[in-house]
């Protein structure tokens, strides 16, 4: 068995330390990632599918024993290069600080597994928090938390329970089983009694949620009222990484709408949807950053950083760079990518 000074991945780290693990990419929503993908990943044999903000975004969870109850978790985030490779010096020196703090305990089979503070880590929002820690327990196969058992009984008394009872966690959960519990018929029948507060956490959390025609009628209703409460909830409970030409009709008619276009919307729908953007919404999608650039006045800042995160998804590389050279941009967007490329060459001379 290799020493740590040895360990020169985190894949190799984590077996080293005698633990079973589990990889979740969390870069834009929850997906769980087979071990030998995260170390082709690792070891820069592939690009990152998913990256968000120039960086890859992972949630390990990691255990000892076939049947341990205590599992560990990491959230880390490592840089990606222009290439879309995971940054591997990065990825060094992350290890060596792990390996400094937790050396011992490889040694002494004392396993705390605690990370110590770096510029590695990162701590989810509530709402992710709760979905990634509901993801995990579907994914090891291990039974929802206690407090879903509120939230069921909730949508069994078609919502007329005490609703302050019911946990962000228990609704995660209980969103990612509901044909588990067989209670989707229920919640698409008697949402409209809920109050705002349970539809806004439960629109949010069916975005790792199967879309079954009832959910997405469910949530394009919802979309469709306009109500703030609900509006960015329901848009992003609306993710699915498969392309779907019911959601690009509806990601199309967000973008038109004047009144639904703001720097939230935006970052939802390059964040949960970029798997729907085709040639044409990637055009108009960045058409509008521009326009609320302009707006906002944020001098051209705010479209130089929706071109960088599009740039950058291998499934929208293509497309997006095919903008520098289209006639069929607009003039907004012709002047957005000019002050873009002046900011770039400006930067490049100083």
């Known amino acids: 068995m290799s020493s740590p000074a040895e360990i020169n991945s985190i894949s190799e780290f984590l077996l080293h330390a005698g633990t079973n693990f589990q990889v979740f990419d969390m870069g834009r929503g929850i997906q769980a990632i087979p071990t030998q993908t995260f170390l082709n990943w690792e070891n820069a044999g592939e690009v990152i599918p998913r990256p968000r903000q120039q960086h890859a ?17 990491w959230f880390i985030k490592l840089p990606v290069d222009e290439r879309g490779l995971l940054v591997s010096a990065a990825r060094h020196h992350f290890l060596q600080i792990v390996v400094e703090a937790l050396g011992e305990s490889l040694i002494s089979g004392d396993q705390k597994f605690e990370l110590p503070d770096n510029p590695y880590v990162f701590q989810p929002a509530q709402s992710l928090m709760a ?21 069921v009984d909730f949508i069994r008394q078609k919502g007329s329970l005490d609703w302050q009872a019911l946990s962000v966690q228990g609704i995660a959960d209980t969103c990612l089983r509901l044909q588990e ?14 109050p705002k507060q349970v539809k806004q956490a439960i629109l949010t959390s069916l975005e790792n949620t199967p879309l079954t025609d009832a959910l997405f009628n469910m949530l394009e209703v919802e979309l469709n009222k306009h109500d703030e409460a609900t509006f960015y909830a329901a848009l992003q409970g609306l993710h699915t990484e498969l392309a779907s030409a019911r959601l690009q009709n509806i990601i199309s008619s967000v973008l038109t709408d004047d009144a639904a276009i703001d720097m939230d919307t935006l970052s939802i729908l390059a964040a949960r949807h970029y798997s729907q953007f085709t040639p044409d919404i990637t055009r108009e999608f960045l058409t509008k950053c521009a326009h609320v650039d302009q707006q906002k006045q944020y001098n051209g800042e705010l479209f130089a950083g929706f071109f960088a995160d599009l740039v950058q998804l291998p499934a929208l590389r293509a497309s997006v760079l095919a903008l520098l050279r289209s006639p069929e941009r607009s003039e907004v967007l012709s002047q957005a990518i000019g002050k873009l490329f002046n900011q770039t060459q400006g930067k490049a001379t100083q």
């Open 181 to 194: 519990f067989n209670i989707e018929d229920l919640l698409c029948t008697h949402f409209d009694n809920y």
């Open 131 to 151: 979905q990634f820690g509901a993801m995990c327990r579907k994914t090891l196969k291990l039974p929802a938390s206690k407090d879903s058992h509120k939230v």
């Open 57 to 73: 975004w992972f949630g390990i969870v990691f255990w000892q024993g076939e049947a341990s109850q205590h599992h560990y978790i």
